[in-house]
C-alpha cells in the first residue's frame, strides 16, 4: 500500500539513478552469461561510467581481456537499501547495460542503457541524462543521518508523525524513517500485513548538512504544533502495558 505524497518535490529520475550509483557499496556483474559480486570493489566518475579493481583471479578480468577489440557487454545491478531496517528494504534497484574495457589496472564499464526499478515501476534513463546529472547532494550522508535519528531519536520520529495524515496513519504499528534527500524526509508506515511511505517536504531544498538541520528542525517545530495520532496514542499507551 503506498501513502506517497505526491504534492512533494522528488529528485527526476537521473538523479535518483546517480544517487543510487554514489552510495552503493557493492554491485553484481552478469557477463558471458556469467554472474559475480563485488565489495568495495567500484568506483563512480563524475560522467557515471564505473572503475572496477576485480581480483587478478576473477573471471571477469579474464573475459575482459579477452573481449574482441578489449570491450565485454554485460549488465552491472546495483541496490539501494534502505539503511534502518524496515520491511520491503530494497527501495530501488539500478541496471546498467554497457561494455568494459580495461585501462590501467581497473575495467571502466560505460553505459549504454539504463534501467531504474523502484516500487512505484520502472523507468528507463537517457544515458546523456544519467552522465550529465548529479547524485543529491545528501546521498552520501543518507545512512549515517537516517540510522542516527531511528537510534538516538526515536522521539523525533513520533513527533514527526503527527505531520502524517490520519488516512495513512490508519492502523499503524510502527513509523521508521525511511529515506532524506535534498526536498524531504520520508516515512515507512507499518501496519499490521501492509506498509506505505509517506514524503515529509521541506520549507526549501536543502544542500547539505547544516540546511537539513535547519530543515529538520522547521519539520519538528510544525509537528511540535500538531496533537498527537490517536493511532499512535493507541500504540504507545499498549505498549505500556
Do not use: K, N, Y
Request: with cysteine; charged share 25%; proline share 7%.
Amino acid at each position: 500500500m503506498g501513502d506517497s505524497h505526491t504534492w512533494a518535490a522528488v529528485p527526476g529520475a537521473a538523479q535518483r539513478a546517480r544517487s543510487v550509483l554514489a552510495a552503493a557499496w557493492s554491485c553484481a556483474v552478469t557477463a558471458e552469461g556469467g554472474r559475480e559480486d563485488f565489495v568495495g570493489a567500484h568506483t563512480v566518475d563524475d560522467d557515471g561510467r564505473v572503475r572496477l579493481r576485480p581480483s587478478e583471479d576473477s573471471a571477469l578480468s579474464a573475459s575482459a581481456f579477452c573481449a574482441p577489440r578489449g570491450e565485454l557487454p554485460a549488465v552491472v545491478q546495483f541496490a539501494d537499501v534502505a539503511p534502518v531496517p524496515v520491511r520491503r528494504r530494497i527501495r530501488a534497484r539500478l541496471w546498467l547495460a554497457g561494455r568494459f574495457a580495461g585501462e590501467d589496472e581497473h575495467l571502466v564499464f560505460r553505459p549504454t542503457r539504463v534501467v531504474l526499478r523502484e516500487p512505484s515501476g520502472a523507468v528507463a534513463v537517457d544515458p546523456e541524462e544519467f552522465a550529465a546529472a548529479a547524485p543529491d547532494p545528501l546521498a552520501l550522508a543518507e545512512a549515517r543521518l537516517l540510522t542516527h535519528l531511528a537510534d538516538a531519536h526515536p522521539d523525533a520520529v513520533e513527533r514527526l508523525s503527527r505531520l502524517v495524515g490520519p488516512d495513512s496513519l490508519h492502523g499503524a504499528v510502527r513509523v521508521r524513517p525511511l529515506a532524506v534527500d535534498r526536498h524531504a524526509l520520508t516515512l515507512r508506515i507499518e501496519r499490521a500485513r501492509t506498509d506505505g511511505d509517506v514524503r515529509l517536504p521541506f520549507h526549501a531544498p536543502a544542500d547539505d548538512i547544516a540546511q537539513l538541520t535547519e530543515r529538520m528542525h522547521v519539520l519538528l517545530a510544525q509537528a511540535g504544533a500538531a496533537s498527537c495520532p490517536r493511532s499512535l496514542q493507541r500504540q504507545r499507551a499498549d505498549g505500556d502495558r
